[in-house]
Structure formats: C-alpha cells, structure tokens
Nanobody
Framework: QVQLAESGGGLVQPGGSLRLSCAASGIILRINTMGWYRQAPGNERELVASITTGGTTNYADSVKGRFAISRDNAKNTVYLQMNTLKPEDTAVYYC?????????WGQGTQVTVSS
C-alpha cells in the first residue's frame, strides 16, 4: 500500500522558517507531479506549490518569493521550504503525489505561525 510520510511542521514566530518533507513509499507506478496543499480553519483546501518531473514549479500568489518547492526523485521525496512565514500561513499542510493511476495524499502536518 502507498504511504506518504510528512514531517517538519510546528510552531514558529512570524518571519521564521520551516521545511516540510514528504516521503512516498510503496508506489509502483511512476510519480508525476508532486505538490503541497493547505487548509486553514474556515477555508477550503488550496494549492500552495507543485513541481513536475521536469522541474517546472507553480506557486500560489500568496507564497511567491517566500516558499520554494523541490524534489528528490531518487528518494521519492518532495520538500517545501517556507521562509518569512506570516500568521496567514497557519494551516494544515498536505502532501500530494500524482501517478497515472491515482493521486495520493499525506496525513497532513500542522503549521502554526504566531507571536
């Protein structure tokens, strides 16, 4: 069975940084796009950043210039470096991995930005 193990969330002050990691295991099919989504209280889940197998990235306007997504294909791992964090970044962050067969989701990791 497919497992996505997320880590790196936590509590940080405004202006601080966090690095999220998501390692996929048990996937037989080739992984296509990998990405990060988030869901804040009272809001629907939204795309934060994505990266294709070719390295093309896409970011939500709210995080451009502050967040950076990357991947290590040998480790089936996707990362999200989050800098200059703001209170509005507070949310549960979910890893997403796409294959030809289906998309897979991580369990979510809490990121809280508060003074």
């Amino acid at each position: 069975q497919v497992q996505l193990a997320e880590s790196g969330g936590g509590l940080v002050q405004p202006g601080g940084s966090l690095r999220l990691s998501c390692a996929a295991s048990g996937i037989i099919l080739r992984i296509n796009t990998m990405g990060w989504y988030r869901q804040a209280p009272g809001n629907e889940r939204e795309l934060v950043a994505s990266i294709t197998t070719g390295g093309t990235t896409n970011y939500a306007d709210s995080v451009k210039g502050r967040f950076a997504i990357s991947r290590d294909n040998a480790k089936n791992t996707v990362y999200l470096q989050m800098n200059t964090l703001k209170p509005e970044d507070t949310a549960v962050y979910y890893c997403n991995v796409r294959t030809v067969l289906a998309p897979y989701w991580g369990q979510g990791t809490q990121v809280t930005v508060s003074s």
